[in-house]
């Protein structure tokens, strides 16, 4: 590419993001349409060793029932970026929003949540809802039964800035998400998202279960967040709660509980 139409792509993406400063936030594409306006928008938060993707099932039936939904990127860097950043992502919808965290994404809605005015309702879908001061890797010891507690089990692999973590592929299936197809999680398992090392010691902050109304989904059968850590959790905020016989990855393997859920939060917090 020759230099002059690189610096005309480098203005022309300069003055976009200068219109866009100058007009301030905006609105997510899901709320402009108009017969969705009675409808919060559905914001899924994806956790450690998975992507957005995970979520394509529960927005699909999200989306055919008329709900708005985003299913953003979570960092997993630091818990405290990682929550600004979804707060940053949230604050340019109009509108109720209900936020949904599977895993390491329920530590990120729990911190994020408390500076969004918007945010109507909380849902946990196997999920970590710390309380202050609380770490990950506090809450996933607490009780016996995860794969995580054991070193051999991650694979960790430093970069510059730190060390990724990473469900060993040898026990992602058993660990993970043990009711999908083993030719699903080899898939899975080779194309995980890592999560930097240093979320599992960060403490939560203020935690905004303790001031919106939160819903949680305990997986039974879960091999990475033990299932009576998932109760504790549910039980201190006080969150109504289903249970199912699931591995970790419930959006995955049992969309359609994972949705009526949501959809359950969103009718009573309309």
Known sequence: ???????????????????????????????????????????????????????????????ARGYPVLAPANPERRLHLDSLYLSSVVSTIEGPVILVGHSYGGAVITNAATTLPNVKALVYIAA??????????????????????????????????????????????????????????????????????????????????????????VARSDRTIPAAAERFMAERMGATTVEIESSHVAMMSHPDAVVDLIVAAAKQTN
């Open 1 to 63: 590419m020759h230099h002059h139409s690189l610096r005309r792509i480098l203005a022309l993406l300069l003055g976009v993001l200068t219109v866009l400063v100058l007009a301030g936030p905006v609105r997510s594409a899901g709320a402009f349409t108009a017969d969705r306006t009675d409808r919060p928008t559905v914001v899924l938060v994806h956790g450690a060793f998975a992507d957005a993707s995970g979520w394509n099932d529960v927005t699909k039936r999200l989306q």
């Open 128 to 217: 970590f809802g710390p309380d202050v001061g609380e770490t990950v890797i506090d809450l996933v010891s607490r009780y016996p039964g995860s794969g995580l507690t054991s070193p051999e089990n991650l694979v960790l692999r430093p970069y510059p800035a730190g060390v990724d973590a990473y469900i060993n592929p040898r026990i992602f299936h058993e660990v993970f998400a043990a009711d999908l197809p083993a030719a699903t999680t080899a898939v899975m398992a080779a194309s995980q998202r890592p999560a930097e090392a240093a979320i599992l010691v960060q403490p939560s902050g203020f935690p905004a279960w303790r001031t919106i109304p939160s819903w949680y989904l």
